[in-house]
């Protein structure tokens, strides 16, 4: 065992290796402790000779790939972005950009399966921010029925988008 954590094995590695073997069950801490008396004890025998195999690999998790909007659909909501901001409360200034920069966001979330939280990355703002947006134009539902904030925008204060 010495000789294993020598070769620069783990000691869950080894205690695989131990139960495998068939020899009994170990556990990382027993193998621990068993590596630490041996050295110990001077009288410990000479394993130099005996081929020592290479350690186990640990497995390599395949790196998780996320879904990113179009650069077309990107390049359009950073262009829209500033004006979708300001609108206010019934103001007609800027609805027509607004209404088309929250439906691009329900189209990169729902048809190209972007994140809501990677759309926020990408826009530089909360994913929380852009939920309140889809939630405000009838996009998504919001979590609570009782909260006035995640209520529509009234019909008539919107812009009507020619497809």
Partial sequence: MRA???NKWSLQSIADAVINSGTGTFSRERVRQIV???KLST???SVSSFPL???P?????EPRVFAEPSDKTLSRLIELQPYAQQVR???AKYREEAEEYTALL???HTVEGVSIFRLA???KVTHGALRFRLARYGYLTGYSSNSTCYKPILDKNRFVLKS
């Fill in 121 to 123: 990355k990408r826009l």
């Fill in 43 to 45: 009288s410990s025998p």
């Fill in 89 to 91: 409360s019934h103001s």
């Fill in 57 to 61: 690999l640990k497995p390599v998790k």
């Fill in 106 to 108: 329900n189209y990169a």
């Fill in 53 to 55: 195999p290479t350690p």
């Fill in 36 to 38: 630490e008396v041996e």
């Fill in 4 to 6: 294993l954590r020598n």
